[in-house]
């Protein structure tokens, strides 16, 4: 059943209404940048904020130049949804070029990651509508389902990670859709409000002492002997060390980096306010959900248990909501037909990067440190990063993470502009038809 269209919906993150009363506050004009910093962050998001967050607690000078509004990239325009995010490794790819042991080390370094977030957030009170809700991943083909459940015992030999096999007979206690053929429950994965715990570390960040300025593109990095000169516009300032932080946004001056990254627009939309018994019949006991699409999309129950939410890929490059809106609305009313009268409140879209191995890197380039591609999964993984890339500027040893270990390769002739996708996606989708 097709939905009924209506473009009466707001251009704009859902999640920007929520805090809408108290959004970050400007950050400080740029006549107020000092000559000299420790470190200069360039990329405003979960990334750059968290490892200011750590420099800062370390006594560091630290700057965080952000090109747009602080809020308005991915940090603020994801789903919310938070786990290990073992399903994007690619674990047998990975296996193939670094073996089982690098795999294995990543895997108990994700949920580590995972655990630090959940536990940071808590520790900090970040009040941003932290849910250890569960997550139901549905079997999209009937051969997905084993593979599912092979993927689940096998991580479980190696990670204390709960998985509970759901049969199609069963899964209608956890979602109320007939398109799958059964899933795994992950018990332990939550949500949260992205924009509000973007919005609590910002708080933290400037509390600690961290400089942030906003609508602030770095257009130079220069290296001065053991120094870098960061330039924005005709402003100067040098610092120690330089992280790169900018993943699904990067350009400018960071070509080098943009030739590894693969940005790919990820759109949502946002259903009315509708009753709950409408709500629970989509999702019964309020978790995330996902699928085993190659052309996935995502979906959850808003915060307050009152909306859908509903994600995906936007089909092209450009921000494009009349596209993009009919593509994921019509998806969501073909696995629920409950939904075709819902109308959409909020439509939008944002960034994110993937990279060619399909794990997220950190490490050093040109002296500058970075830290990027998430490959759809920044919620945990950003933040983690952030933490990490900041402890190697300080040199500590808590520094060290197996993702440093892959190499951040490119392809020959890459400029960053991804003129493949179009092809790929439209191959992605055929399998998805064809069930491989």
Same mark, same amino acid.
């Given at each position: 059943?097709? $939905? ?20 970050? &506050? $400007?950050?400080? /004009? ?25 420099? $800062?607690?370390?006594?560091q ?11 308005? @990239? ?8 938070? @786990? ?24 108990? &370094?994700?949920?580590? $990651?995972?655990?630090?977030?959940? /536990?940071?957030?808590?520790?900090e ?37 709960p998985?509970?096999?759901i ?10 859709? /007939? ?12 949500a949260?409000?992205p ?7 910002? &708080? ?19 290296? /001065?002997?053991?120094q ?15 992280i ?13 980096f943009?030739?590894?990254l ?20 989509v999702?019964?006991k ?6 085993? &699409?190659r ?18 890929r936007?089909?092209?490059y ?28 909020y ?27 998430y ?28 993702f ?18 179009p ?12 069930g491989?």
């Open positions: 059943m097709l $939905a009924k269209h209506s473009s009466n919906y707001i251009h704009a993150p859902y999640w920007q209404a929520a805090i809408a009363p108290k959004k970050p &506050e $400007a950050s400080l /004009n740029r006549r107020d940048l000092p000559d000299r910093a420790d470190t200069v962050i360039v990329g405003g998001g979960y990334t750059g904020i968290s490892a200011a967050i750590t420099l $800062a607690r370390a006594g000078k630290v700057v965080v130049f952000e090109a747009d509004a602080f809020g308005n @990239g991915a940090s603020s325009r994801n789903g919310g949804m938070l @786990g290990p995010s073992f399903s994007k490794l690619g674990e047998n790819g990975l296996e193939r070029q670094y073996g089982r042991e690098q795999v294995h080390a990543t895997i108990r &370094e994700s949920l580590s $990651a995972f655990n630090w977030l959940v /536990n940071f957030i808590r520790d009170q970040i009040d941003c509508d932290l849910q250890i809700c569960g997550r139901f991943r549905g079997a999209s083909h009937p051969g997905h389902y084993a593979g599912l459940i092979e993927q689940a015992n096998e991580i479980a030999k190696i990670v204390d990670f998985a509970i096999e049969s199609r007979v069963q899964q209608g206690e956890e979602v109320g859709s /007939n398109a799958y053929y059964g899933g795994v429950v992950y018990p332990t994965d939550g949260v409000h924009a509000k715990l973007f919005q609590g570390l910002c &708080e933290i960040a400037k509390r600690d002492g961290a400089l942030l300025f906003d609508h602030s593109p770095v257009c130079q990095v220069t290296k /001065n002997n053991s870098f000169i960061v330039s924005v516009d005709d402003k100067k300032i040098t610092a120690d060390h330089v790169i932080a900018t993943n699904g946004y990067t350009g400018g001056p960071f070509g080098k943009k030739r590894r693969i940005p790919i627009r990820s759109a949502m939309i946002a259903t009315e306010e509708l009753p709950e018994s409408v709500i629970r019949s999702s019964p309020l978790r995330c959900h996902g699928s085993t &699409e052309l996935s999309v995502y979906y959850r129950p808003s915060p307050d248990g009152k909306r859908i939410l509903f994600g995906g936007s089909l092209g450009g921000d494009c909501p009349q596209i993009y809106h009919k593509y994921l609305q019509n998806f969501m009313t073909r696995l629920f037909p409950q939904l075709s009268n819902a109308k959409l409140d439509v939008w879209s944002g960034k994110i990067a993937y990279t060619f191995d399909h794990v997220p890197h950190i490490g050093v380039m040109d002296g500058m440190h970075y830290a990027m591609g490959c759809g999964s920044g919620v945990g993984r950003a933040n983690y990063f952030g933490r990490k890339i900041a402890q190697k500027v300080l040199n500590q040893a808590e520094g060290h993470t197996i440093e270990e892959f190499p951040f390769k490119t392809r020959p002739f890459y400029t960053g502009h991804p003129w493949f996708l092809a790929i996606m439209k191959w992605h989708s055929l399998a998805d038809r064809l491989f």
